[in-house]
């Protein structure tokens, strides 16, 4: 069998990438793990950053590779990655942000899910203070930090690689949660008032019940200014990305509904990864791409076939959206020059 040479991408013509991004400030891209969100995220930001705009790239996910796809080191507070162009970079690191608690440093309230055991009370049946299910303390702080970036008056424009969908949608169920925790704290406070004395040491040092209230009230109304943002598409852009594979896009459409649940708009889909040229997918005229020998390879040909499929199916689930193409590289997408080719596809 010969080897197949991959040369790779040393340079690509300016005129064939875009300068800037036609988006909101608010540009959110999300799906099932591992389908190319960090990638598209890192795209759009470059792209975004290099007319001028100040722009931030926030991951969200634990399982970060915003670094790897950058090739440099972000740190987990924004810092700019670019010296050339306005581009500035955040991975939250849940761990050290549950450190500060979901408040932030003096406002802990780490252990939320332990409350149920602390607090006595009658309809414990899903009720998130008596050992009902809530949102993750990771996942809590790590919204706080993405509320304090996204409020940052030094980025015009933010684009988020979230979470793999359940986390991204638990956590837009922060403000029903806490809006319930604030209710039973009143309502125990009136029922109980010795016992609050005992749950200072709960809000941090100094701290008394009623701050701890105030705070939670604050963080709920945060949430609540952020969940009105989602939904207003002059300030969001909500982008769903698959890849052209049956599970993918009923996963895609899954999140489709749950975002509709949500008053969320989205009006991108990004299929990412299809076995295209690159030339038919955004005109750019190459003699470095590989593209899948679709006339010779009965493998090849087989996976087409699955991603005609998808796309069949993708484009009548998906109608009315945008439905951007992303073809399958041969090599990584790492690094500038792959990142404006993959900006382009998405222009």
Sequence with gaps: MSELTVEPVESIDDADVPVGVD?????????????????????TALASARDGTATLVVSTDPAHSLSDTF??????????IRDDVPLYGAEIDPDAAMEDGMFG?????????????????????????????VPGADEAAAMRLLLQYMDDERFERVVIDTAP????????ELPEVLDSMVGRFIKLRQRFSGMMEGLKGMFGDGQNPEDGIADLEEFAARIERLRATLRDPAQTDFRIVMVPEEM??????????????FKIPVSTV????????????????TDWFVSPSLDTCEFCQRRWKVQQNALTKAQDLFMGHTVKRVPLFADEVRGEQMLRVVAACLD
């Excluded at 988006?23 to 795209?43: Q, R």
């Excluded at 969908?165 to 837009?172: C, D």
């Excluded at 990004?270 to 955004?282: A, F, G, P, S, W």
Aim: no cysteine.
């Design 270 to 285: 990004v299929v990412n990864q299809v076995m295209e040229n690159l030339t038919d997918v955004t005109g750019i005229e």
């Design 71 to 80: 090739e440099t080191q972000i740190a987990s507070h924004p810092a700019r």
């Design 165 to 172: 969908t359940g986390h991204t949608l638990r956590l837009l």
């Design 23 to 43: 988006a909101p400030k608010y540009v959110l891209y999300g799906g099932k793990g591992g389908v190319g969100k960090t990638t598209m995220a890192a795209a």
């Design 248 to 261: 993918s896009v009923v996963e895609s459409q899954r999140l489709l509904s749950r975002l509709t649940e």
């Design 105 to 133: 440093a003096g406002g802990s309230m780490d252990g939320m899910g332990g409350l149920g055991e602390l607090l006595p009370g009658d309809d414990e049946e899903g009720n998130p203070l008596m050992g009902g299910t």
